[in-house]
């Protein structure tokens, strides 16, 4: 199994170092910035609540637990073409049925240039076609095994802000944070996941959050940028240095690697 979607900020270069940083034991996962759920998929856990805010996201998540074989059937129907990829990302998703919504979401997330789920202020989907030659639109073999794990373990799926963790989560429990990074440099501002964004409160907010966690007793771990800003908000807890290339950059020459990362940890 590995993510059906490929998103801004994904975990699967750094899967392996996240997974040596897991606590030995924990009760329920939850991860509430799932996104492409590079480490949930890794780990499998036997109980988990999983969400974000992304509806299109949570939605797609959910028809390849609930309905997947008209799921199958509705990719199975798309093109790789320009005039037909924006023929799609034109459509108004409300006007679809739960599973059209999915079928576009993945689609557009195969064949937009560079994976980029993107949405402006009015929360219209806007990236580009990617003209890849053979995008794997239709990937058979993964969604059937994720549909058969979501329905096989006790996983709950659900779309809300990441501050319900804080009613929900429990001691003994492991939450693994992944937000909008701070950005490295002052134009490196992007976090339009959703049209909300994610400000500097924000960020303020989730640093106050891992606190609270902590002092319940529940674990928890959280990847962000290794700036000044991160080290100050996080100051007291575990703080590793790691190198990511940063995937979402329209020029190849700017994805080297370098420490600019920081996985902070409350055990």
């Given at each position: ?13 750094l ?53 997947l ?7 199975s ?17 409300t ?29 219209k ?26 329905n ?43 049209k ?21 007793g ?34 190849g ?15």
């Open positions: 199994m590995k993510p059906f979607v490929k998103w801004a900020g994904g975990k699967r270069q899967v392996a170092i996240l997974q040596e940083e897991l606590p030995e034991r924990f009760d329920t996962y939850y991860e509430p910035f799932l996104g492409g759920g590079a480490l949930f998929f890794s780990q499998l856990p036997q109980k988990a609540a999983i969400s974000d805010i992304n509806s299109h996201l949570i939605n797609a998540y959910t028809i390849i637990r609930d309905e074989p008209c799921l199958l059937q509705a990719l129907r798309h093109q790789n073409t320009p005039d037909y990829f924006y023929a799609i990302r034109a459509q108004d998703p006007t679809l049925s739960k599973v059209e919504q999915a079928s576009r979401f993945i689609f557009l997330n195969r064949t937009c240039f560079n994976g980029l789920y993107r949405e402006n202020k009015k929360g989907f806007n990236t580009p076609f990617g003209k890849y030659k053979n995008p794997n639109i239709l990937d058979a073999t993964n969604l059937t095994a994720i549909h058969g794990y979501l096989e373990k006790s996983i709950s799926i659900s779309c809300h802000d990441y501050k319900k963790v804080r009613s929900t989560a429990q001691k003994g429990d492991f939450v693994y944070l992944d937000p909008p990074y701070v950005p490295l440099t002052p134009t490196a501002n992007f976090s339009s996941y959703t909300q964004g994610f400000t500097l409160q924000d960020q303020e907010d989730l640093a106050a959050l891992f606190k609270e966690l902590s002092h319940k529940v674990k928890a771990m959280l990847s962000n940028s290794n700036t000044e800003i991160v080290r100050e908000l996080y100051r007291g807890f575990d703080i590793k240095t790691v190198s990511a290339k940063r995937a979402i950059n329209c020029k020459g700017s994805r080297g690697e370098e420490p600019n990362e920081v996985i902070v940890r409350n055990y």
